[in-house]
C-alpha cells in the first residue's frame, strides 16, 4: 500500500470514529448499538433479507446477527417472516426500526452539513468536487466486500 493509499484509509478510519462520536453526542438518547444500527440499515437496504445473507453482507457470525434480530425483534424494529426452518426467514424493519434507521440518517446528515458548513469555501468546493470520486469509492470497496452476491 503506498503512502497516499494508507493516509487514505487513515482518514477513512479516523472519519468514521469522529462520526460515531458526533452521532453519540448530537443524540446521547439512542440506545442502540453500532451493530444494531448496521442491521437495521442493512434490511432498510434489502428489505425480506434471511438472516445469512445478513450475516455474510455484515461479515458477522451468524450466532451474532441471531443474537442482534433477537434483541432488535424484542424491542419491535424488526419482524421475521416465512416458517420455523431458519434457512426461509426473511427480515423486515417494522415502522419503528424505519424510524431509527432515518433518525440515524437524519443525525449524521446533520452532522455532516454542520461539518461542511464549517470548511473554508477552497475546502467545501474541493470536497464537493470529490463526491463522484467518493461515489467510485464506495463502489469498489463494496465489490471488495461482495464481490458475487449469492442469488437470493
Known amino acids: ?15 468514521r470514529r469522529a462520526m460515531r462520536r458526533a452521532a453519540r453526542a448530537k443524540d446521547p438518547s439512542t440506545t442502540l448499538s453500532v451493530a444494531q ?3 437495521l440499515s442493512s434490511l432498510a437496504e434489502r428489505p425480506g433479507a434471511r438472516p445469512s445473507q445478513v450475516a455474510r453482507s455484515l461479515h458477522l457470525a ?7 434480530v433477537n434483541g432488535l425483534e424484542k424491542r419491535g424494529m424488526i419482524t421475521r ?7 426461509t426467514v426473511s427480515l ?10 432515518r433518525g440515524w440518517q437524519a443525525t449524521n446528515d446533520a452532522i455532516l452539513r454542520a ?9 467545501r468546493h474541493l470536497l464537493l468536487a470529490a ?3 467518493l461515489d467510485e469509492l464506495v463502489r469498489a470497496i463494496d465489490t471488495v466486500a461482495d464481490p458475487a452476491e449469492p442469488p437470493a
Do not use: I, Y
Open 1 to 15: 500500500m503506498s503512502g497516499q493509499e494508507s493516509s487514505l484509509a487513515d482518514a477513512v478510519a479516523r472519519l
Open 37 to 39: 444500527l448496521e442491521l
Open 62 to 68: 451468524p450466532n451474532s446477527v441471531t443474537t442482534l
Open 81 to 87: 417472516s416465512g416458517g420455523d426452518d431458519r434457512r
Open 92 to 101: 423486515r424493519l417494522t415502522p419503528e426500526g424505519t424510524k431509527a434507521v
Open 115 to 123: 461539518a461542511v458548513d464549517h470548511l473554508e469555501p477552497g475546502w
Open 131 to 133: 463526491l463522484p470520486a
